[in-house]
């Protein structure tokens, strides 16, 4: 971790709607709650130019651990927690956004793990999954049914190939 500052030193993994949020509270807000950014990192490192001051902007992710960030916050992939959630927690805490990566027991024994060893915390904020306990609590009782519903915003859907005009009418 960082040198003690009292800043808690936050990197964002993803820069999609979540990571932009996150980025904008902290940059307005963060000072007064004792938080700020070490670095942000994009798979498209192109969609932060001229968003993002050029020198918290990581190109290679793998690098983190050169920006000593006390808290780094996973909100692009699941695939991340699996490649770099264990190197993240041996340095420091890890917020992981993508929970559905948590599906791979195996995974979520070397997260555990890695953050036990090295004294770091891992987050799993229930946020990212609205209505989790009551379905644990509707599980307990006997009374679950199943329902599917998925949510996106329009923006995120991204359609390729012959359909490509028919999917973005049916859903705006």
């Keep these: 971790m960082s040198e003690p500052t009292g800043m808690r030193r936050v990197g964002i993994v993803g820069y999609g709607h979540l990571g932009q949020y996150l980025v904008a509270k902290i940059q307005t807000e963060g000072q007064s709650l004792g938080f700020e950014i070490s670095f942000v990192w994009n798979r498209s490192s192109e969609k932060l130019t001229g968003k993002i001051p050029e020198e918290l902007v990581l190109t290679e992710l793998g690098d983190f651990h050169q920006r000593k960030s006390d808290l780094i916050v996973e909100v692009a992939h699941p695939q991340i927690a699996k490649d770099y959630g264990t190197a993240f927690l041996?340095?420091?805490?890890?917020?992981?956004?993508?929970?559905?990566?948590?599906?791979?027991?195996?995974?979520?024994?070397?997260?555990?793990?890695?953050?036990?060893?090295?004294?770091?915390?891992?987050?799993?904020?229930?946020?990212?999954?609205?209505?989790?306990?009551?379905?644990?609590?509707?599980?307990?009782?006997?009374?679950?049914?199943?329902?599917?519903?998925g949510l996106q915003l329009p923006a995120c859907l991204c359609t390729h190939g012959p359909g490509r005009g028919t999917l973005g009418a049916v859903v705006l």
């Design 90 to 149: 041996t340095h420091s805490d890890f917020m992981i956004g993508s929970p559905t990566a948590l599906a791979d027991p195996a995974l979520e024994t070397r997260l555990r793990d890695a953050a036990k060893h090295h004294g770091n915390t891992l987050y799993v904020p229930s946020g990212a999954f609205w209505g989790g306990e009551d379905i644990q609590k509707m599980a307990a009782a006997g009374t679950l049914k199943v329902c599917l519903l």
